[in-house]
């Protein structure tokens, strides 16, 4: 429990001097007398009142001093008391609300917790798609490859299963427009031989032609020929 002193309570009485009773608050010095309150006689008997006069305001001041010092370390030890007390008493509270402020801590870490476990859920979410997506370009680019795989490999089949037929067939192909091209140039020269002979009308030119279209042989010269007397009959008319 704090005391406190009023200023009635000092009393300082210098020697050889009435003093009154100090009734101020402040922590200033009094203001030194002006008037001395003995006469001044002179010599050396005259300079003990003065001695004494100027100790006693010495302890005066002094007095005043240690007054002042004391008044402020009793103002910083109050002060100090009060922030003892304002902490105490936050501290009480404090502690009066620790399972709120527990409980709070707890719901804290919790949304921590399932803040780190989203973002952990999502960093994974985002590496399957990413797979994924290589997954699906890997797989994209591996269609030419496999298209290609598999035209070689039925260009091969087809190879081993059609290969020698489709060889005889060419060869048979070139045969054939060889013979073609063989009976073409008889015909020309049998058509040429008997240009000179007996030349056939236009009724047996197509009759001819029929023929031949009939039995499937081909009637290029015919044709020709057809095409040769119309030009004749043509140029004879003229």
């Given at each position: 429990m704090t005391k406190h002193y009023s200023d009635r309570d000092i009393q300082i009485i210098p020697p050889s001097r009435p003093v009154s009773n100090i009734t101020t608050t402040s922590p200033a010095p009094a203001p030194v007398p002006t008037t001395p309150y003995r006469q001044d006689v002179g010599g050396v008997i005259s300079g003990i009142p003065r001695r004494w006069t100027a100790n006693a305001q010495a302890d005066t001041f002094d007095t005043y001093t240690r007054r002042a010092v004391a008044q402020r370390k009793f103002v910083e030890a109050d002060t100090e008391l009060g922030g003892a007390l304002i902490s105490n008493r936050r501290m009480q509270q404090e502690y009066s609300e620790l399972p709120q402020v527990l409980d709070a801590d707890k719901l804290c870490r919790e949304i921590k917790r399932n803040e780190e476990i989203c973002e952990e859920y999502h960093r994974v979410a985002l590496n399957d798609k990413r797979r994924a997506q290589e997954s699906?370009?890997?797989?994209?680019?591996?269609?030419?490859?496999?298209?290609?795989?598999?035209?070689?490999?039925?260009?091969?089949?087809?190879?081993?299963?059609?290969?020698?037929?489709?060889?005889?067939?060419?060869?048979?192909?070139r045969i054939n427009e060889r013979e073609l091209m063989v009976e073409e140039q008889r015909v020309v020269l049998r058509d040429q031989r008997q240009q000179g002979r007996d030349e056939l009308s236009l009724d047996?030119?197509?009759a001819a032609r029929d023929q031949l279209s009939a039995d499937?042989?081909?009637?290029t010269p015919i044709d020709r020929a057809i095409e040769r007397t119309l030009v004749r009959q043509q140029k004879s008319r003229a």
């Open positions: 699906e370009a890997a797989e994209l680019g591996r269609y030419p490859i496999r298209e290609q795989l598999l035209d070689a490999q039925h260009r091969l089949d087809a190879l081993r299963q059609y290969g020698p037929q489709y060889h005889a067939l060419q060869w048979e192909h047996e030119l197509y499937g042989a081909d009637t």
